[in-house]
């Protein structure tokens, strides 16, 4: 009742204070610093994968299941999603952001390194 009957008892107080909180809103909203489209890279690495004349199955078998066990041992790793194709695998390794994208490219070549013997002299 206190705030009430003071607000109408005094309307140009009132009407002052509003603008006032009006007036400061305003300026702090200008003086706010936001970017509509933060410059944010998406921590995904994509990993193509050839083995010229082979079918999905061998594709998956032969190529994409040792790389996916390589790969998942690195550390930051959130998420691997593959797909076998004819003469194709396809490799999309999702990264937690704090994680370094340049390190993990680097880290998923290494694997892939260590593990290129045995993988098939095709590839």
């Not at 691997?80 to 680097?106: M, P, R």
């Not at 998923?108 to 013997?117: M, N, P, T, V």
């Amino acid at each position: 009742m206190f705030i009430s009957d003071f607000a109408i008892h005094r309307p140009i107080i009132t009407v002052v204070s509003m603008l006032a909180l009006v007036v400061f809103g305003i300026a702090a909203l200008a003086m706010l610093k936001t970017d509509e489209f933060p410059d944010v890279q998406a921590p995904v690495v994509v990993v193509s994968l050839l083995y010229p004349g082979a079918a999905p199955e061998n594709v998956e078998r032969e190529v994409i299941e040792p790389v996916e066990d390589a790969i998942s041992g690195i550390s930051g790793v959130n998420r691997i999603n593959s797909s076998a194709l004819d003469s194709f695998g396809l490799l999309i390794v999702e990264f937690l952001y704090e994680k370094d994208l340049q390190e993990a490219t680097q880290q998923i070549r290494d694997e892939i390194g260590i593990i290129r013997a045995d993988l098939p002299p095709e590839m």
